[in-house]
Each structure stands twice: as C-alpha cells, then as structure tokens.
C-alpha cells in the first residue's frame, strides 16, 4: 500500500518518453505516425483476474502476459509492433506489484519496440486491457479469410504445455516439478510469434492466433475462408512439448489426453496458418529466419467443417471445441 495518488502512480510506473511515437503519455490523446504505404493494424485483449489468471502469477509475467497475448494477435496479420495503450483497474495501490507489472511489460515491450503511449488508470477489481497498434504494407496483412482448398496447414512452436499447467493447478494432473516450472513458464510468459508473422506476409494464405485452441481457432479460418480441412491429430498431438523434456513430459498422458490438450488446450500463443503447397519451402525458410519451428499439420479441402483424422485416417470421435466464454 501507499499514499501514491493516480497521476502519481501514471508517471512513476507507466510514462517513459516516446522514442517513435511523436506523442506518448500525457495529453489526451496519443500521436502516431505509420510509414507511408502502411496500415495500421489495431487490436485489444482484457485480462481479468480469475478469468484470464491466476492470483498466484508473479507480477512480472502478468505484465509480460498482457503485453503478449496483444502482440499475438498482430503476429496473426503480419503486423509490426508500434505502440500501445493500457488500461488498468487496480483494488488498490501496491508498489511492489506495480514494479514488477511494468518490469515485465517494458521488458517485453522493449524487445519488440513497441511503446507505450497511453491508457486509463482507475480503483476497480484488478482488470488489465491493451490495445496495440502495429503497421502492414497496405493490402499485405494476413487475414482469416484467405484459405484455399489444396493449402496446408501448419502450426507453429508446441500446443498444450499451458493446458498441463492449468490441469496441475486445478489438481487434475501432477508434474514432476522441473516440467510443471517449464510448463507454468509457457502458460504465463508465453512467446509472440511477431517475427514469424511477418516473415509469413507473401507466404501464408491465411492466419490466426490460437489462444482460444487450435481446432476453434482453426474453425474461425474455415468459416472465413469457405472451406474445410482435414488435420492429422497425431502430428499435432506430436507438438506436445515442454522446453526439450518433451518425451518425458508426454510419457504420463494417453494419446486422448494429449490430442485433447493439443486440439483444444487453449492458451497457446502459437500461430495456425495456411499456405500453398508450392510455398512449403517458403515456408520452413520463414520459420528459420524467425527462429520459430513450424509443422505441417493437415490441409485444406473444400468441403466445411474441420476432419480430425487418427495417424491411419479414421476420424476421432472425441470432440475438440473452442473456448467460449459465455458457452
Ligand atoms: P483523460 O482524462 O484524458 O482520460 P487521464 O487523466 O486519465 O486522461 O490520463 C492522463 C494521461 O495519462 C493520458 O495521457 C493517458 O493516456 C495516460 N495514462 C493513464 N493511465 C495510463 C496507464 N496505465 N499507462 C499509460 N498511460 C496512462
Ligand atoms: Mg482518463
């Protein structure tokens, strides 16, 4: 606790002067200046305590989380990071925490070169909302809506380790402690796949971020596209992986525990995304040059409607939903 009062508080933890931005905190509105022959590509994500996290987590990663699951979804449409806003509903006024928020935001903010230009500070049940803004080429984002029948679909990085995390957390799973470290680690400081994103512009036909669970997520794309898809839920099942103890991490989990947490564990900020097959070599060079893995994972029919398939082409019965906050 502390007699910090609100403006106080903004200018302590939250204002640092604008370095690209030729106006950052503190006049009611923020300026920013995109270069020419680009868009601006906007996007918010709201944390909410008990909803979004846990009380337990660390303020640090929380301050990287909120930052994080923005970046994502720029990731998604190929965009580079710029700037962005907070707004932030605090019970009250903790010094300690508000020093470990802004450390692992400026952190991850820096990193990306994304700075904070503004936002909203008020007394309220602890609440965390970002809005980034990044830029594409006009014309050049990566959209949902661009599937093709005969495109494959990949994935990036490993699904699943922050659902392991969540099912130890609720007691429905236990890890041997280095693993659930590795696997906490994945589920409250996750990696945006900004670069990969980007390096995907030309590439990819379609993309999103899959926080809510690949087979949901994926289903936004279809929709959007007009088409179907067949995904091989071993080769998915097969991203399972916690830092490189992936082995000994899946060796407790029967093969429906792991496609569930695979399919539909929601959480991972990885990217789905479609591309020709011509583009496949494109495609493993993209993830190279960003330093992310990809993996095929299935393709693109024209028939709707997703087709989860076993490693010898029968379907899965089992049913793999996407998160739905209100469902
Ligand atoms: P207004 O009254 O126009 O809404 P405020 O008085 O709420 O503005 O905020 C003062 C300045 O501080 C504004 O520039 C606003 O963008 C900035 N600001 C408020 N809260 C935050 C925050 N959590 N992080 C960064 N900037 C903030
Ligand atoms: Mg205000």
Not at 197 to 202: D, N, P
Not at 203 to 229: E, K, N, Q, T, W
Not at 248 to 255: I, N
Not at 298 to 318: C, F, K, N
């Amino acid at each position: 606790m502390s007699g910090l009062g609100e403006f106080d508080l903004i200018a302590r933890y939250f204002t640092r002067p604008a370095k690209r931005s030729p106006l950052g905190v503190g006049d009611d509105c923020a300026l920013l200046a995109p270069a020419a022959g680009m868009q601006l590509a906007v996007s918010s994500d709201m944390l909410v305590e008990g909803r979004h996290f846990l009380s337990t987590v660390e303020p640090a990663r929380l301050g990287h989380k909120a930052l994080a699951v923005n970046l994502s979804d720029l990731a998604a449409c190929g965009a580079k990071p710029l700037a962005f806003t907070l707004a932030l509903a605090l019970p009250q006024v903790d010094e300690a925490w508000l020093e470990g928020f802004s450390r692992g935001l400026f952190a991850l903010a820096d990193a990306h070169g994304c700075e904070l230009v503004g936002g909203d500070t008020t007394r309220g049940p602890l609440n965390l909302c970002i809005t980034v803004f990044g830029e594409v080429p006009t014309g050049g984002a990566l959209l949902r809506s661009g599937a093709q029948a005969g495109d494959d679909v990949w994935v990036s990085g490993t699904l699943g380790d922050a659902r392991l995390a969540l099912d130890v957390f609720r007691g429905r799973r236990t890890l041997p402690a280095e693993l659930f470290a590795l696997a906490r680690a994945r589920m409250e400081e996750p990696t945006p796949r900004v670069a990969l994103g980007q390096a995907l512009r030309g590439i990819a036909s379609a993309a999103v971020d899959i926080s809510d669970g690949l087979a949901g997520d994926l289903g936004h794309v279809l929709r959007a596209s007009g088409v179907g898809a067949r995904l091989d839920a071993d080769a998915v099942a097969g991203r399972l992986a916690i830092g490189a103890h992936a082995l000994a991490a899946t060796a407790g989990l029967d093969a429906q525990a792991r496609r569930a947490c695979t399919l539909a564990g929601g959480d991972d900020y990885e990217l789905a995304f479609t591309a020709p097959v011509t583009a496949r070599e494109a495609v493993a060079q993209a993830g190279r040059a960003s330093g992310t893995p990809v993996t095929r994972i299935g393709s693109i029919e024209a028939a709707p409607g997703l087709r989860i398939v076993d490693a010898q082409g029968a379907p899965l019965t089992q049913r793999f939903g996407g998160f739905d906050h209100f469902a």
